[in-house]
């Protein structure tokens, strides 16, 4: 038996694949699903099941596409009512592969229709298959699905779930049974997931806060504590992991590559992919700047709304720009903004428009005269960086812009300064008064 991980930085998104005696199946698989493919031939292997933990709400799931290229059936609880073709998968249902057993488990708590999978050779557990619902130190957030999905639950009736899932059905499992959650550290689906990819349910048990000896009241109060922001995608996702995505091939071939500004709609919302440090001295106006670094499809989603129509623009890399702009397709379809992306233009003249460059000795010694926008999450902002400070989270900036004065130059902060880059792009394009980004030297006033 062969387990093997399948593992996407970007999203922190981990994806498994079990072989035995020439069978396989897959657990959770991303939208690039060639390299499945692969990994079953160079083992001789035939995918024949791929299996959903549940619909997920951060990244598009490829199990549609898998299924169309392999003939493998697809497994999900009866209780996610999924629209595509598909072999219910719930509590005591067992599929055989090679001389391992998958067993089903149903764990409802980070959404209703929620199943874990335990992997049994020789009659013992070998490992958990957790999906959302445990992760490495932390437990999957309750609050994704009280407004999507076909079956919809509130937060506080799922957190309820989630304690008795990890009382009654994984804290049971042996001490040595390994946890193979589908995310890690970075991932939004929890609120503090460790960095570990693999863990096992002895360590959980000592380590995790959430299955520390505790009552239900005070479990519910502890996983409903600062949850993080939900990107504006989240619930666009499990209504197409319900519905299954198209083959990525077939848009991303339909989408046209530009050189030429002259061609794109004038009423779109360009997307500049550049770094902040080459955005701000030269970019198109009215374009806001997403730089293309890790996390690119989480903050493209929380920016940008499911259905809004939007072309990317970036340097031109000369002979290899359609190749160059195919993996950045790519990269916008593991979250199905393959679906509203216009068109690509790939260019040697970003356009003319410059951002101002902030004095910092003048901002130390005239503070007073600047409103100060932190654009960090309710949470960090209850920590003040600056005194005369307005928190507007970066997520809800687009919608919020009607609160933040227009008299006064504008000086944006996030914790670190990739928050602030992005914000201060957006404003730039609502606001005639000076905006200035503070960057990564909002260090220096911690």
């Known amino acids: 038996m062969k387990l093997e991980q399948f593992f996407d930085e970007n999203l922190s998104h981990a994806s498994y694949m079990i072989v035995s005696e020439g069978e396989a199946v897959v657990i959770d698989p991303s939208r690039d699903i060639e390299r499945y493919i692969k990994y079953a031939h ?73 199943i874990c999978i335990i992997l049994k050779q020789d009659d013992k557990e070998h490992a958990v298959f957790t999906g959302d619902t445990l992760f490495v130190g932390d437990v999957g957030r309750p609050d994704l699905r009280e407004n999507a999905g076909n079956l919809k639950a509130n937060r506080e009736e ?65 996983v409903l504590k600062d949850l993080p922001f939900q990107p504006r995608y989240f619930a666009y996702n499990v209504g197409l992991n319900l519905k299954g995505a198209p083959d990525v091939k077939e848009i991303a071939d339909k989408v046209p590559v530009f050189r030429e500004h002259a061609l794109v709609d004038k009423n779109c919302l360009i997307v500049d992919v550049r770094q902040p440090i080459h955005y701000k001295q030269k970019h198109f106006k009215g374009s806001i700047n997403i730089p293309l670094s890790l996390r690119f499809e989480t903050w493209l989603g929380s920016v940008v709304n499911p259905n809004e129509p939007f072309y990317l623009t970036m340097e031109s890399h000369g002979q290899n720009d359609n190749e160059y702009a195919s993996g950045i397709i790519k990269r916008v379809a593991k979250i199905g903004y393959d679906l509203f992306l216009k068109g690509v233009l790939m260019t040697h003249n970003p356009g003319q428009e410059k951002s101002e460059k902030l004095s910092m000795k003048d901002f130390s010694k005239r503070r007073k005269q600047f409103y100060i926008l932190d654009v960090r999450n309710v949470s960090e902002a209850k920590h003040k960086i600056f005194d005369n400070s307005i928190n507007i989270p970066l997520p809800v900036l687009r919608e919020n812009l009607k609160e933040i004065p227009k008299n006064k130059p504008l000086v944006v902060h996030c914790g670190g300064g990739s928050r602030s880059a992005i914000a201060s792009s957006i404003l730039e394009c609502h606001f005639k008064q000076k905006v200035y980004d503070l960057g990564e030297a909002v260090e220096d006033f911690k």
Request: proline fraction near 6%; glycine fraction near 6%; aromatic fraction near 6%.
């Open 42 to 114: 160079e083992h001789f292997a035939v995918i024949h099941a791929i299996i959903e933990t549940h619909p997920h709400a951060d990244f598009v799931s490829g199990h549609g596409e898998l299924s169309r290229k392999t003939g493998a059936a697809i497994y999900i609880s009866k209780l996610a009512k999924a629209d595509y073709p598909h072999i219910p998968f719930d509590e005591n249902e067992i599929l055989k592969l090679g001389t391992c057993e998958l067993h089903a488990c149903n764990t409802p708590g980070h959404s209703p229709d929620s």
């Open 158 to 222: 799922l957190v309820s779930s989630l304690y008795h899932s990890t009382r009654k059905k994984l804290m049971k499992l042996p001490s040595d049974t390994i946890v193979s959650p589908t995310h890690c550290a970075g991932s939004l689906c929890g609120r503090n997931i460790g960095p570990e990819r693999y863990s096992t349910i002895g360590k959980e048990l000592e380590n995790n806060y959430a299955l520390q000896e505790m009552n239900e009241k005070d479990f519910v109060r502890i």
